[in-house]
C-alpha cells in the first residue's frame, strides 16, 4: 500500500523497509509526518546522551547520515572534555577518581615514580597537584598499609585536606597517627636489629589510641572521596 511512498521516504531518510512501513502506518502515509517523527525520534535520543541542544544535535545527524553511535561519538569529542565524559557516563564515584587520575596520567605523560620523587608533580597547575597528592597517597595506603602510609609524604597530603578539601579533622587524625607511631620506633631507635622494628610495629598494633585514630580514618574516608568528587565537580575546567 506504501510502497511508492516508502521510496520517497528512503530518498530524504535512511531507514530501512520495516522501519518505513511502520512509521507511514504510523502517519496514514504522510511522507513528511514520517519523516519529522524519525528525526525528531533520534534527536531525542542524541540529546538524551549528550545534553547538548537540539538544533545541535540535529546539525550532527545530518553531517553523519542519522547515524547515532557516531554523531555521539563525534559530539563527545567535540564538546566535552575527557573529565566531563568520565563525569556523565559513570556512578561510582570511586571508579570516578580513579579514571580522571588516569586521564591527568596520560595528558601529562606522568610515569608514575612518585613513589620516589613527589617533586615530579610539583609543576602541576594547583589544583590538578591537589587531586594528584591525595590520590597518590590513597592508592599508596591500599597498596601497603595504613601504617606505612602514615610516612608517605603526609604532610603534603595533610596540608591538601585542609587547604582544598575542608577535612581539617582527618589531617590531625593522621598527623597525630604518625606523632604515635613515631614514638614507637623511637623507643627501639638504638638497634637497627629488625626485631627491634618486629617489637615496636606489634606493640603500636596493639596500642589503643593508635587504632582508634586509624578506625577515624577508616571512617572518614567515604567522606574524603566524596570531597575529591566534588573538587574536580567545582573545578572541572580545570581538570584535562
Known amino acids: 500500500m506504501y510502497k511508492y511512498k516508502l521510496e520517497i521516504l528512503q530518498q530524504r531518510i535512511p531507514i530501512g523497509d520495516r522501519q518505513g512501513f511502520t512509521l507511514l502506518e504510523k502517519t496514514e502515509g504522510d511522507t513528511d509526518e514520517a519523516e519529522k517523527y524519525f528525526t525528531e525520534e533520534r534527536i531525542s535520543i542524541i540529546v538524551n546522551k549528550t545534553g547538548i541542544p537540539s538544533e545541535i544535535a540535529l546539525h550532527h545527524l545530518w553531517e553523519n547520515n542519522f547515524d547515532i553511535k557516531q554523531t555521539i561519538k563525534i559530539i563527545e569529542n567535540k564538546y566535552f572534555t575527557a573529565t566531563e565524559l568520565i563525569l556523565k557516563k559513570d556512578n561510582d564515584k570511586e571508579e570516578v577518581l580513579d579514571k580522571i587520575f588516569s586521564a591527568i596520567v596520560k595528558k601529562y605523560d606522568w610515569k608514575r615514580s612518585f613513589l620516589n620523587d613527589p617533586n615530579e608533580i610539583k609543576d602541576f597547575p594547583n589544583d590538578l597537584y591537589s587531586f594528584m597528592t591525595v590520590m597518590e597517597w590513597l592508592y599508596f595506603e591500599n597498596w601497603e598499609n595504613h601504617e606505612i602510609a602514615l610516612f608517605y609524604h603526609l604532610d603534603m597530603v595533610t596540608e591538601q585536606m585542609r587547604t582544598k578539601l575542608n577535612l581539617p579533622q582527618l589531617a590531625d587524625y593522621l598527623e597525630k597517627a604518625r606523632s604515635i607511631a613515631n614514638s614507637f620506633y623511637e623507643k627501639y631507635e638504638t638497634s637497627k636489629d629488625h626485631n627491634n622494628y618486629t617489637k615496636a610495629t606489634n ?31 567545582n573545578n572541572i575546567e580545570k581538570f584535562p
Open 203 to 233: 606493640e603500636l598494633r596493639n596500642n589503643k589510641e593508635f587504632i582508634a585514630t586509624e578506625e577515624k580514618f577508616i571512617l572518614l574516608k567515604p567522606l574524603l572521596e566524596e570531597r575529591l568528587y566534588e573538587f574536580v565537580k
